[in-house]
């Protein structure tokens, strides 16, 4: 899980297994935001799941949302070696703030 | 697609020292934000704004200040650095809310 005090994650899978990596966060929210970070580059958004949504779906991934249980997935299908990257949720209310968590680097290795 | 730009890419400065990094975006988003990134602490909200001449304090703003001068513009000032800011800076744009926000390429600041 990537919050609270909990540090940066790490896993590491073969190319062509599925991952799921999870956050859960503390406040209300409505919606959930996971972001992409490549090396050397900013985060960037990969999928996003409102708060009436329990599962999101776009190509190879997958979200999920538990608002009663304030947890949140992201699983990839099939990974392939340019999933490499760290993946960050973030949470928002309407407060025009986004808050992250500390992350999960993936690592897919050929 | 959606522009954010900072510069300087890189940036080393003394203790003591005084710097300013700039944040431009031609997205025409009424809010901007600027982060530290470290190691283990993931993306941490130094000041943010929601329009010209408007300033929000986040989560982390010691040592730091801001200030918005135009729609595009946001600059983030250390006016007395310290290693302690040693870190890698993002800036951000988006329509405010939970809005999908837009990362510049980051600026790695190092003091000395």
């Known amino acids: 899980s990537q919050w609270g005090e909990e540090n940066l994650q790490a896993l590491s899978i073969q190319e062509g297994e599925d991952v799921t990596m999870n956050c859960s966060y503390k406040t209300y929210t409505t919606v959930v935001h996971w972001y992409r970070q490549d090396s050397g580059r900013g985060p960037a958004l990969i999928i996003l799941i409102r708060s009436n949504e329990r599962e999101k779906r776009s190509g190879r991934l997958r979200a999920t949302l538990d608002t009663s249980s304030q947890s949140s997935s992201l699983s990839i299908t099939a990974a392939q070696c340019e999933d490499t990257a760290v993946y960050f949720c973030a949470t928002g209310a309407n407060t025009g703030k986004l808050t992250f968590g500390h992350g999960t680097i993936l690592r897919v290795h050929p | 697609e959606a522009a954010v730009t900072q510069s300087p890419r890189n940036k080393v400065t003394v203790t003591g020292g005084n710097v300013t990094l700039s944040c431009r975006q031609t997205?025409?988003?009424?809010?901007m934000y600027w982060y530290r990134q470290d190691t283990g602490h993931g993306l941490r909200l130094i000041h943010y704004?929601?329009?010209?001449?408007?300033?929000q304090i986040g989560d982390v703003p010691d040592g730091y200040k801001a200030t918005r001068t135009t729609q595009e513009d946001f600059f983030l000032l250390l006016e007395l650095a310290s290693p302690s800011q040693t870190s890698l800076y993002f800036c951000a744009s988006s329509d405010g809310g939970p809005d999908t926000q837009y990362f510049g390429p980051g600026t790695r600041l190092l003091v000395l």
């Open positions: 704004s929601y329009g010209a001449g408007n300033l």
């Open positions: 997205n025409s988003h009424n809010y």
